[in-house]
């Protein structure tokens, strides 16, 4: 039975300082490497063990993944990484403090950014502090200047569809380490989540969530591998 597992990145820098963070590159707190190796052992623990990995261009996934995969005794196994897994792009809002923001935009106007569908942040000018086009990991991408959920999703299906969901077909345990938004995008896929709902739906970091499909590929129910 081919076992997807889903991991959100743990706390990062900018988790921590409350910051809009988006595709900028910001490392791991001690409490977040902490929350990735947990994910690890409760993986060997549970005896789900990844035979496949993919995740985003972002530090922050890439080294949860890599301690996670470290602590179950799995760093050997393939991992692909690409941008399409990457967080939601906060254009604008990148960098910005949330509580601030709220006081210079209003709770309303910052909780239709954060949390509608299909509304973007301000778009990010070109040649901000947070503009990644000298970034050498996106030459050749198309690098986008904000993101609304919905944008992400678009960016998101195709690649689970043409790269991830045939390794998990052939039969491989396949782990997942992203970002609460590109994740978000795959459980409203796979649980069949509504536009309005989705947004309400709230990854945890650090805490495996596990997708167990059929012979015809069909997933069967969510659930947090520490409550099963």
Avoid: C
Avoid at 40 to 49: I, Q, Y
Avoid at 70 to 82: C, F, M, N, V
Avoid at 138 to 149: D, R
């Amino acid at each position: 039975m081919p076992k997807l597992i889903l991991v959100r990145h743990g706390q990062s820098q900018w988790n921590l300082e409350n910051r809009f963070t988006g595709w900028w590159d910001v490392d791991l707190t001690d409490q977040g490497v902490a929350e990735a190796v947990a994910a690890g052992a409760l993986l060997k623990d549970k005896d789900v063990l990844p035979s496949r990995a993919f995740t985003s261009l972002q530090t922050r996934a890439i080294k949860t993944l890599h301690l996670a995969l470290e602590a179950a005794g799995r760093l050997w196994i393939p991992e692909t990484k690409d941008w399409r897994l990457n967080e939601r792009h906060y254009g604008g809002l990148t960098g910005l403090d949330k509580q601030e923001t709220r006081e210079k935009h209003g709770d309303e106007q910052v909780h239709i950014w954060r949390r509608s569908f299909d509304v973007p942040p301000p778009p990010l000018e070109a040649g901000s502090a947070y503009d990644l086009a000298s970034d050498p990991r996106y030459a050749g991408i198309p690098i986008p200047n904000t993101e609304s959920l919905k944008l992400t999703i678009e960016r998101v299906l195709p690649y689970w569809e043409s790269a991830i969901l045939p390794v998990l077909a052939s039969g491989e345990t396949v782990i997942i380490s992203a970002h609460g938004n590109s994740l978000r995008a795959l459980v409203k896929h796979l649980s069949g989540i509504s536009d309005e709902d989705i947004t309400g739906l709230e990854i945890p970091t650090g805490q495996p969530i596990i997708y167990e499909f059929d012979d015809a590929m069909v997933p069967g129910e969510r659930y947090y591998l520490k409550d099963a």
